[in-house]
């Protein structure tokens, strides 16, 4: 994963692409790349594209940095996923300018795109919302290729996204602590020799009425009170008792609906507490019902055929997925072509006139943004391979509107797809608890008859 933040540019954007574009940053801009629009004629291109706003605001384009751990990833994958970054962001209708800069400690990506999108010319709103879905959007390209986040330095107020993140995923102070201490429950009889053993993992303990513990690196002491209601010392030690289990957490995906089996922290003293060992029983039994209703609803009859029937619901939504990427790919590509055909329309009159003039020096300087806007739309055009006849704009948008709609369609499907995919899982999961309880009570059986 990585720290990403954006800033809107409300002047001097060429100056913010020069920077973001400058060779010695760039390996020489080989780590350029742009959708959209040329690099080299991007704010020409932008301004095109911002003067057709159908509502006249103060930003010009929006800059996102996103940053990488140090060491952690090379040039060339940090740009591929910005490059993905950039157009899960834009959606395809926006122009903009990825840079990779390697002249730091760190790589990071900068991409600048217009604040208007050449599709419908409408603005894009920057708040909260769509920042969190650059956030995550960030950290699911990051964790499919493995990598973390950068935490930033400190003296930043309140709770960085980074530590937030960190949080969930269990890599901050506390969710170490929760980890360690968890772990460390099933192997001890008592709250001070849990102390003795988070010591002897380097933890520091200050003892008093609230025990707190730093890890080595952290600033400041962590109050064990403060990890949640499981983790209090009386809790902790009647956790260590077997007289109460951790709270089983139900996923977000899952509330409302089929549940994990609860966590018995693998707590040989917890299952051999009689009243926790009932409490889990009747737990397991309500989840084992869930679980048989499913089954049946479904008619499955055999862990083959469940596994076969995950491997179905996982390829359809896998193919789901290809599909909705190609349709997004050719979205993207004939958003860019009327774009282009559109440009070379309404500048050729220009164009023409200039190729006429007596003194094209003199033209050319009256006229230069016109001329490059034509001479870049031409450009592309030629590279698409569109020969002298250019498409009708008005087809091409009626395709658009045709492909937008097989969009949609294909979402929906994916997302009931996926749906099924984690709900699968859930069942599997709930299975092999289980199954792996029901072992776990007949070797206990057998070695109480030995």
């Known amino acids: 994963m ?3 933040k954006i800033k809107p540019i409300k002047s001097t954007l060429s100056k913010a692409l020069d920077y973001i574009e400058n060779p010695d940053k760039t390996d020489g801009k080989m780590l350029v790349s742009s959708f959209g629009c040329s690099y080299e004629t991007a704010d020409i291109e932008f301004g095109f594209t911002l003067s057709q706003a159908l509502q006249k605001g103060n930003n010009l384009a929006f800059h996102l940095i996103q940053s990488f751990e140090p060491g952690e990833t ?34 990071h990506n900068h991409i600048i795109f217009c604040a208007v999108n050449f599709v419908d010319h409408h603005k894009y709103v920057s708040n909260k919302r769509t920042y969190y879905g650059i956030r995550n959007m960030s950290d699911k390209l990051c964790r499919e290729n493995g990598l973390s986040v950068v935490v930033p330095s400190k003296g930043s107020k309140g709770k960085s996204y980074a530590e937030y993140q ?3 995923t269990g890599t901050s102070w506390k969710g170490k602590l ?35 513990c730093r890890a080595p690196g952290q600033e400041r002491f962590t109050r064990l009170k403060t990890l949640g209601a499981d983790y209090t010392e009386e809790a902790i030690r009647e956790r260590i008792a077997g007289k109460r289990a951790r709270t089983a957490k139900v996923p977000k995906q899952q509330r409302g609906g089929v549940s994990l089996l609860i966590d018995i922290e693998n707590s040989i003293k917890a299952q051999q507490s009689r009243g926790y060992e009932q409490w889990a029983k009747i737990h397991n039994l309500k989840q084992a019902a869930k679980t048989m209703n499913f089954l049946t609803e479904h008619r499955i009859e055999q862990y083959a055929d469940l596994v076969s029937r995950i491997e179905q619901v996982t390829a359809a939504s896998e193919q789901a997925a290809d599909s909705l990427k190609d349709v997004e790919r050719r979205l993207a590509d004939m958003a860019v072509l009327i774009k282009n055909v559109t440009t070379y329309q309404k500048t050729k009159p220009l164009y023409d006139a200039y190729r006429k003039a007596k003194d094209k020096g003199q033209f050319k300087a009256d006229h230069e943004r016109g001329i490059i806007l034509h001479e870049a739309a031409a450009r592309a055009l030629q590279t698409a391979q569109i020969g002298r006849k250019l498409p009708s704009v008005a087809a091409l948008q009626a395709e658009y509107e045709k492909l937008q709609g097989q969009k949609e369609a294909l979402y929906a499907d994916y997302g009931k797809l996926k749906k099924q995919v984690q709900e699968y899982d859930v069942i599997k999961r709930n299975i092999d608890s289980i199954l792996h309880t029901d072992r776990q009570v007949e070797h206990k059986k057998e070695t109480a008859r030995g």
């Open 74 to 107: 090379d040039a060339q994958t940090a740009h591929e996923i910005g490059r993905q970054l950039a157009d899960a962001v834009t959606k395809g209708q926006h122009e903009y300018v990825l840079t990779t800069h390697i002249d730091k400690g760190h790589v």
């Open 2 to 4: 990585a720290v990403t």
């Open 166 to 168: 960190a949080e969930k």
């Open 178 to 212: 929760k980890i360690a201490v968890d772990a460390l429950i099933p192997q001890v009889s008592s709250f001070e020799e849990l102390l003795q053993k988070l010591q002897a993992a380097g933890y520091e303990i200050k003892p008093g009425k609230y025990v707190s």
